[in-house]
Nanobody
Framework: QVQLVESGGGLVQSGGTLRLSCAAS????????MKWYRQAPGKQRELVAGVTSGGSTNYADSVKGRFTISRDNAKNIVYLQMNGLKAEDTAVYYC?????????WGQGTQVTVSS
C-alpha cells in the first residue's frame, strides 16, 4: 500500500531554513509526480510545490525563489528545501501523490516560524 512519511519540520526563526523529507513506498515512485501542500490554522490546504517524474518543478507564487523541491528516485524521497522562512510559512506540510485515481497523503509535519 502507498505510504508517505514526512519529516524535518520544527521551530525556526524568521529568515531561517528547514529541509523537509517525504519517504515514499508502495508504488513506483520514479513514475509519479510528487507534491508538497501546506495547511495553516483556519485556512484551506494549498499547493506549495510539485515535481514531475521528469524533474520539472512548479511553485506557488508565495514561495518562488525561497523554496526548492527535489527528488531522489534511488531513495524514493522527495525534499522541500525552505530558505528565508517567514511567519506566514507556518503550517502543517503534507506530501502528496495522485495515483490510480486516488490521492494519497502523509501524516504531515509541523513547521513553525517565529517572528
Amino acid at each position: 500500500q502507498v505510504q508517505l512519511v514526512e519529516s524535518g519540520g520544527g521551530l525556526v526563526q524568521s529568515g531561517g531554513t528547514l529541509r523537509l523529507s517525504c519517504a515514499a513506498s508502495g508504488f513506483s515512485f520514479r513514475l509519479y509526480s510528487m507534491k508538497w501542500y501546506r495547511q495553516a490554522p483556519g485556512k484551506q490546504r494549498e499547493l506549495v510545490a510539485g515535481v514531475t517524474s521528469g524533474g520539472s518543478t512548479n511553485y506557488a507564487d508565495s514561495v518562488k525563489g525561497r523554496f526548492t523541491i527535489s527528488r531522489d528516485n534511488a531513495k524514493n524521497i522527495v525534499y522541500l528545501q525552505m530558505n528565508g522562512l517567514k511567519a506566514e510559512d507556518t503550517a502543517v506540510y503534507y506530501c502528496n501523490v495522485y495515483r490510480a485515481l486516488s490521492e494519497y497523503w502523509g501524516q504531515g509535519t509541523q513547521v513553525t516560524v517565529s517572528s
